[in-house]
């Protein structure tokens, strides 16, 4: 007994550190405890354990080696500190590839969420970014630099990267002594041309100019400053910031505090302090739409802030109001416009920082003159503007409601063209031309082969030709180029569509699995001579999807017309449709609250790009969880197009008589009004969430006791303070409480009565993505079974052979 405790003893000392050091890798055989840091290999940057001020718990962060005043540049346990005793805890990988943060009784504070094949490594780099290798294949498994905090320092990016799914913006500190995520956050939105906005909560308090090619609109800061240059990306799948210093030997960040302020500073080593160079908001002006709607803003006169863009062609909305400094109102034409007899012409205002962008559109590849011509004959645009002012200007943005948050800057602003009334425009001593646009031929489609077919389409006004072996298709809102698959090559890659390579059948017909000569593998959805659907649909689909790019949308990659067959091809989904892991409880075990969590968010991803991202504002209408596809690595893809309805400008909603989509997914005001917008989309994604979650069907489940179905029950649990009930026993013991009740709640919040109280789908993937109190839902619609109309009939949609949940396609509304 004496020996075995020797041996015991003498194992402990081997194993355990008893001393303090700078390493300079974490492996599985060397680990960080508190007295250790890991240090860059140019000493710039340290990690390790900290307590910030008189703070008694304890973090592990990042921070500069070589300054005298210990700044932070990244916290990993920010909401879940080190508390009580304070030894004993370790930075360590966990096999295989996980690096995870134990405390001193070994359970898990914080983790990476890697895997790897083995021989993972995590070091700190000279640009103050830890990165998590996979020693095999020599691949980054994870980089500190994708989850910012509140700093930003050169090499680090802020935007969003729409393909990818991956966003990255700042959320300060709680307190100087407290980095949990704080109420402020700056971030990019992307609902029309990219922008950054500070948030406090969900409430705006500052808008940055969008950029324009040698700055932020608005902005005293050139990218030729002395200090950094900036990279800036903007296109229709990336909108992302970085900088790079000019002066390797410059230290700079950019970080947004726990008051609010976002802050350039540079560290000035002669006097031991960050020099801050740079404040947002730095004035009053900078208040968010402080001045109201065709307010402008300057800091000229400090008793007026806000005076009418043009004091002689708007005035002020309440007068009275005006003149005591109540600007909120903003201003108002004096003469409406005339848009419907192409009088109206446009004004250009200079040296202004452009007005907010969430309901614009743009395109960086038009000239100045094409945007006036596509703002011209759209009577809600209100401005156009170029994206780019370098040179001689290009790119085109255009405006679809009031301008806002407009600010005088004489040096940084820009030129906007503000539409105006033709007799605004004869004030000005200009001439007045009445423009006749003549639109592509109204009501015809025209699709070639080997003969000419021709389709009437109604709803929409396109033209459609070969070219090139592509389907060429234009309107006044889209291009689409689709490229033309021959018949014979489907055939041949479904072996003559073969029962063996069926994979389901939908209201549009047999889906089948196909493989090209190339060995890429297919699904071909085949329109069915008995199907309720028909070429409305099939070339709606054609026309939605066929410009969508984003990782979370199933890719069109092409179609087939011969005679009577019609064929859409898309890219082949091995895992299939989400109804069939969810539902199924064989199936269900395969889905850890993990890869539900990440497939929840995949979708609100998707969905806000299709409402306030894509090219046209989409509302699917058919939101379901059969809809839903998965990829070898279990990534959700929108799919299932025909029904969807696509806008321009800023409408967002529309109404019908032939309500479409599936009963226990429908909104109440769609399924019995007819009235359709993109909270529709979102009343069915809040049940598509409880279902994930549940594991249960929202259409047919029935409470024993109370009756109630599933958006009912969640309710229920939710009004009781029991809402972990709802989750599915398959991944229980999987489950992170806190992310499953923020899923449950932003469900509910989804589902709500009222269109106005649900939340657009911007504020859904924030709410996901980041901590912190929500709203508190309503009681939601459709509380019981015996308020969702009809009966539960069976079919499925492409690619799926659920049956339990059909598209409903002839319901009239009242």
């Known amino acids: 007994m004496e020996e075995a405790t020797i041996f015991f003893l003498l194992l402990v000392s081997l194993t355990q550190k008893t001393y303090s050091a700078e390493i300079d890798i974490i492996s599985d055989s060397s680990f960080l405890t508190e007295n250790d840091t890991l240090v860059s290999p140019a000493r710039t940057f340290e990690l390790g354990f900290f307590k910030p001020g008189s703070s008694e718990n304890m973090y592990v962060g990042i921070w500069y080696k070589k300054i005298s005043i210990k700044t932070y540049v990244w916290v990993a346990n920010r909401d879940y500190p080190l508390t009580g005793v304070s030894s004993g805890h370790v930075l360590r990988f966990l096999n295989p590839g996980n690096l995870v943060l134990m405390n001193s009784t070994s359970n898990i504070v914080w983790s990476s969420k890697t895997t790897s094949s083995g021989n993972a490594t995590a070091q700190l780099d000279n640009t103050g970014n830890l990165v998590i290798m996979d020693g095999n294949h020599m691949k980054i498994l994870w980089q500190s630099f994708d989850y910012p905090t509140d700093t930003i320092i050169p090499g680090m990016k802020c935007g969003e990267d729409k393909l990818r799914g991956i966003e990255w913006h700042l959320s300060s500190w709680k307190s100087s002594q407290d980095p949990g995520t704080g109420n402020f956050t700056w971030s990019v939105d992307t609902r029309g041309y990219p922008q950054f906005l500070l948030r406090d909560g969900l409430e705006i308090k500052y808008r940055q100019g969008p950029w324009n090619g040698e700055r932020f609109s608005g902005s005293s800061w050139p990218s030729n400053n002395k200090y950094f240059s900036y990279n800036m990306v903007v296109n229709e799948t990336e909108a992302l910031i970085s900088y790079n210093l000019l002066d390797s030997s410059v230290l700079s960040r950019s970080t947004l505090n726990s008051s609010g302020l976002r802050e350039r500073s540079v560290w000035l080593e002669d006097k031991k302090k960050w020099q801050v160079i740079v404040t947002h908001p730095g004035d009053n002006c900078e208040t968010y739409k402080i001045c109201g709607a065709y307010g402008s803003c300057s800091n000229a006169d400090a008793q007026k802030l806000c005076s009418c863009l043009d004091e002689k062609k708007f005035e002020p909305v309440n007068k009275e109001g005006w003149e005591k400094g109540d600007w909120a109102g903003g201003c108002v034409r004096r003469i409406p416009l005339n848009c419907t007899d192409g009088t109206d012409g446009f004004i250009k205002y200079s040296n202004v920082k452009l007005p907010d962008t969430q309901?614009?559109?743009?395109?960086?590849?038009?000239?100045?003159?094409?945007?006036?011509?596509?703002?011209?004959?759209?009577?809600?645009?209100?401005?156009?503007?170029?994206?780019?002012?370098?040179?001689?200007?290009?790119?085109?943005?255009?405006?679809?409601?009031?301008?806002?948050?407009?600010?005088?800057?004489?040096?940084?602003?820009?030129?906007?063209?503000?539409?105006?009334?033709?007799?605004?425009?004869?004030?000005?001593?200009?001439?007045?031309?009445?423009?006749?646009?003549?639109?592509?031929?109204?009501?015809?489609?025209?699709?070639?082969?080997?003969?000419?077919?021709?389709?009437?389409?109604?709803?929409?006004?396109?033209?459609?030709?070969?070219?090139?072996?592509?389907?060429?298709?234009?309107?006044?809102?889209?291009?689409?180029?689709?490229?033309?698959?021959?018949?014979?090559?489907?055939?041949?890659?479904?072996?003559?569509?073969?029962?063996?390579?069926?994979?389901?059948?939908?209201?549009?017909?047999?889906?089948?699995?196909?493989?090209?000569?190339?060995?890429?593998?297919?699904?071909?959805?085949?329109?069915?001579k008995t199907s309720s659907q028909g070429i409305d649909e099939f070339m709606n689909e054609v026309i939605c999807i066929s410009k969508l790019q984003h990782r979370?949308?199933?890719?069109?990659?092409?179609?087939?017309?011969?005679?009577?067959?019609?064929?859409?091809?898309?890219?082949?989904m091995p895992n299939r449709s989400l109804d069939e892991f969810i539902f199924d409880k064989r199936q269900s075990t395969c889905l850890d609250w993990t890869k539900r969590f990440n497939i929840i968010k995949g979708i609100a991803r998707g969905l806000l790009y299709l409402h306030q991202d894509s090219r046209l504002r989409i509302i699917h209408r058919d939101l379901k969880a059969s809809n839903i596809l998965l990829d070898l690595d279990m990534n959700p893809k929108i799919s299932d197009f025909g029904i969807a309805?696509?806008?321009?400008?800023?409408?967002?909603?529309?109404?019908?008589?032939?309500?479409?989509?599936?009963?226990?997914?429908?909104?109440?005001?769609?399924?019995?009004?007819?009235?359709?917008?993109?909270?529709?989309?979102?009343?069915?994604?809040?049940?598509?969430?409880?279902?994930?979650?549940?594991?249960?069907?929202?259409?047919?489940?029935?409470?024993?006791?109370?009756?109630?179905?599933?958006?009912?029950?969640?309710?229920?649990?939710h009004s009781?303070?029991?809402?972990?009930?709802?989750?599915?026993?398959?991944?229980?013991?999987?489950?992170?409480?806190?992310?499953?009740?923020?899923?449950?709640?932003?469900?509910?919040?989804?589902?709500?009565?009222?269109?106005?109280?649900?939340?657009?789908?911007?504020?859904?993937?924030?709410?996901?993505?980041?901590?912190?109190?929500?709203?508190?839902?309503?009681?939601?619609?459709?509380?019981?079974?015996?308020?969702?109309?009809?009966?539960?009939?069976?079919?499925?949609?492409?690619?799926?052979?659920?049956?339990?949940?059909?598209?409903?396609t002839e319901l009239v509304a009242r």
């Not at 308020?787 to 949940?805: E, K």
């Open 359 to 528: 309901t614009s559109w743009f395109n960086n590849t038009m000239s100045l003159r094409e945007c006036k011509a596509i703002c011209l004959k759209n009577c809600s645009c209100m401005a156009y503007a170029n994206t780019d002012i370098r040179g001689k200007g290009s790119g085109c943005l255009l405006w679809f409601n009031e301008l806002l948050d407009i600010k005088a800057s004489s040096n940084g602003g820009q030129d906007i063209f503000v539409r105006m009334a033709s007799s605004e425009l004869e004030k000005e001593g200009g001439t007045n031309i009445k423009i006749v646009l003549i639109g592509v031929f109204s009501g015809i489609f025209v699709i070639s082969l080997s003969t000419w077919l021709w389709y009437s389409w109604r709803k929409k006004h396109h033209s459609l030709q070969i070219k090139g072996g592509s389907l060429i298709g234009e309107s006044e809102r889209e291009a689409m180029e689709l490229p033309l698959f021959s018949f014979s090559r489907v055939a041949k890659a479904t072996a003559m569509f073969s029962l063996d390579n069926k994979l389901g059948e939908g209201g549009f017909g047999p889906v089948y699995k196909g493989m090209l000569e190339d060995g890429h593998e297919i699904a071909v959805k085949r329109l069915s």
């Open 552 to 572: 979370n949308l199933v890719k069109l990659l092409g179609c087939s017309i011969k005679g009577g067959e019609k064929l859409l091809i898309y890219e082949y």
């Open 645 to 717: 309805r696509s806008f321009g400008g800023n409408e967002t909603q529309g109404s019908t008589e032939r309500v479409v989509g599936t009963y226990g997914y429908m909104s109440p005001e769609y399924a019995i009004d007819g009235l359709f917008s993109i909270k529709s989309d979102v009343f069915s994604f809040g049940v598509l969430v409880l279902e994930i979650v549940s594991g249960k069907r929202n259409r047919g489940f029935v409470h024993s006791e109370h009756k109630n179905n599933l958006i009912g029950h969640a309710w229920r649990l």
């Open 720 to 808: 009781e303070g029991k809402s972990m009930e709802v989750i599915d026993s398959s991944f229980a013991e999987s489950s992170n409480p806190s992310e499953v009740l923020r899923s449950i709640e932003v469900g509910l919040l989804c589902v709500q009565q009222s269109p106005e109280d649900r939340p657009n789908m911007s504020s859904v993937v924030f709410m996901l993505g980041n901590e912190g109190a929500l709203p508190k839902p309503k009681q939601p619609a459709f509380f019981t079974e015996k308020n969702l109309l009809g009966a539960d009939i069976s079919s499925a949609s492409y690619p799926t052979s659920s049956s339990n949940d059909l598209t409903i």
